[in-house]
Structure formats: C-alpha cells, structure tokens
C-alpha cells in the first residue's frame, strides 16, 4: 500500500510589534476532529486529509487580532469530520467548492461581528490555506497571503496570486516585479475577509504533490522581509527538516528587519507522493457568486501561450509552403 506521509511544522510571532494578529490553524487528520500536530512528526495521511491555515488579521486595536480568530474558527468549523462525506472529496471541482464555501463562511461571521460591535467596525483578514488529499493539494485563499511550493528539481514556486493593488500593477505591466516589494502602496489589498463593499471572492487551485515538495503558507510579513530568492535559498538549505527549516525563516526575516507579524506553516511531502519535477495543475474550482471559472495565473499563462501559438503556427506553415514552391520551381525550370 502506498501510504502518503508528510510533516509539518508552523510558528507565528508579533516580530516586535506589541499585538500579534495573525492566526494559523492544522489539522494532521481531518478524519479524527483533532486540530493538533507534532512538529516534524512523520504522519501518515488519512481519509479526509489534513489542512493547514493561515490568517492576517487587519483593524488596528484588537479588531484585526479577533478578525483572524473568528477566520480560522469559521473554517475549524466548516472542516468537522460531520461535513466532511466521500461526496465532497469526490473531484477536484467537489473540493474547491467546499474550500470556497468555508472561506464566504468565515467572511460572513467576520461581518458579523463587526457590524455588531463597532469596536470592531471595518475590521478584516486575509486568508491561505492547503488541503493535503489523496495526490493533491488544494489551495485556497483570499488576500495576500501567499502559498509556495518548493521541489529540489524546480526550485520555488509561488501557488497563489496576491489580491493586491500592485500585484494588478505587475499584472498589467505598469510596474517591474522586481519593484513590487518596494512600492509604497503594497499594503493595499483587493479582496479580503470582512469587506463590507462585497462578498468574499476566494480562489482556489488544484495541484498534484510530488515526493519532497514543501509547502509554505505564509502572512506577508515574512514574504516582506525575504524576496523569493531568499525564501527558496533558506527552504533549500534546511528542507529535510520542518524545525529546522522554520527556524532558519524566522531567523533570517528578523535579521532582515521585520516589520509586520510573521506567521508560516510548512508541509514536506516525505514518501508516497510520485517524483516529479513540477507541480501540475489539474483543475480550478469556481467562484461562490457566479460559478464561474476563475483565471488562475497557470491557467492565464497557458491561454497566453494558446493566443501566440495562434499567429506562430500559419507563420511556420506558409515559410515552409513557400520553400516547398521554391523547390519545385527549381526542380521545374532545372535551376
């Protein structure tokens, strides 16, 4: 039997601001109810799987701090062995639903709340999450959080896209991602939990987990402290140990400066899981409001391709035809 284990590690710390508000939730087996786990303990995974959650509260006063709270109990919720059946897990599609039906969840009790208590007024969070099932790995999230992968064979790849106003920058072309992370307004956000303009609108890709992957959901604290060369250098170095490998992040941000809460949890695929250079996306899921496909960044770098190859195909067909033409007259005329 080829049984799939993985560990896990997770930490989360002010980073010298007097209140922390970011959260984190996980779960090594969503089949037992228990929201536990031993760092770099070697787990075996079970029926339903396991998840892990990461929350950035925003608010200011203690609004951002109960924000993420209430993310991760909504979705701690939402996760019980109770609503957990074989229908849910049945396909990719079946999955991504329920991750973004947990997600408007948690964005309905933050509203909640906040309109209720106007202490907590215009109070909100972001949110990642992984849900490690079967071969794959779902991944949802709403925000700027982010999600990693990183593989020894492909280095590190960034999961999700930020909902962010420089990320459109980047997207559009307007701004170089090597100036993102200087950009004075990265602090902007498009979608979050909480805002009361509308609806959550949660992504989620599906994508298959390979032998030695490591998973790294993290609050932008971290990713603003360390660029991805630096995330990919230190994961490197320290991936055949989560202890270690948190540690080493946790260090290396501080000594960057941090200053932001930094919260991350990590995944190592150990056995079980095929070899495999690259991560492969195998489905979108659809937004809540409209059921309507989302673009994800693979699936726009694919339609990019598709639209080039579009023009480069006739162009190779007619050089070749006219060569051939030439050939003949030449063959024709004996030249």
């Not at 998840?51 to 701690?76: F, W």
């Not at 991944?139 to 999600?147: E, V």
């Not at 593989?151 to 909902?163: I, V």
Request: aromatic share 6%.
């Amino acid at each position: 039997m080829n049984v799939k284990q993985f560990r896990l590690s997770a930490w989360s710390d002010a980073a010298g601001r007097p209140l922390n508000e970011d959260s984190f939730l996980i779960s090594k087996d969503l089949s037992s109810g228990q929201w536990s786990f031993e760092t770099n303990e070697t787990v075996s995974l079970g029926r339903f799987g396991a998840l892990m959650v990461v929350c950035d509260g925003m608010g200011g006063m203690n609004a951002g701090e109960v924000a993420s709270a209430l993310a991760v109990d909504a979705v701690k919720e939402r996760f019980s062995p109770a609503l957990l059946t074989d229908e849910t897990v049945a396909s990719p599609e079946s999955v991504g639903r329920f991750i973004t039906e947990a997600i408007v969840e948690a964005d309905r009790r933050i509203k909640h709340e906040a309109k209720n208590d106007a202490e907590k007024a215009g109070m909100g969070s972001t949110i990642v999450l992984a849900w490690l099932l079967g071969e794959n790995v779902h991944i949802g999230w709403c925000g700027d959080s982010r999600a990693y992968r990183f593989n020894p064979a492909s280095g590190l790849e960034r999961l999700s896209h930020d909902h962010s106003y420089v990320q459109e920058l980047v997207d559009t072309g307007r701004l170089s991602p090597s100036l993102a992370r200087q950009h004075p307004d990265n602090n902007i956000i498009t979608r979050s939990l909480g805002d009361s303009g509308k609806e959550a609108q949660p992504e989620v890709v599906s994508l298959t987990l390979c032998r030695n992957d490591v998973l790294l959901l993290c609050s932008d604290g971290l990713y603003g402290a360390l660029d991805d060369s630096v995330l990919e250098t230190v994961i490197r170095d320290n991936r055949s140990d989560m202890r270690t490998c948190r540690d080493a992040l946790l260090a290396a941000s501080k000594q960057e400066g941090w200053t932001d809460n930094v919260t991350l949890a990590l995944c190592r695929a150990v056995s079980g899981y095929v070899k495999a250079s690259r991560c492969t996306l195998i489905a979108d899921t659809v937004k809540q409001t409209d059921n309507q496909l989302i673009n994800t960044p693979q699936k726009e770098r694919l339609i990019d391709k598709m639209k080039k190859m579009r023009f480069i195909i006739p162009a190779v067909l007619t050089i070749i035809a006219i060569i051939l033409i030439a050939l003949l007259l030449c063959k024709h005329f004996n030249i």
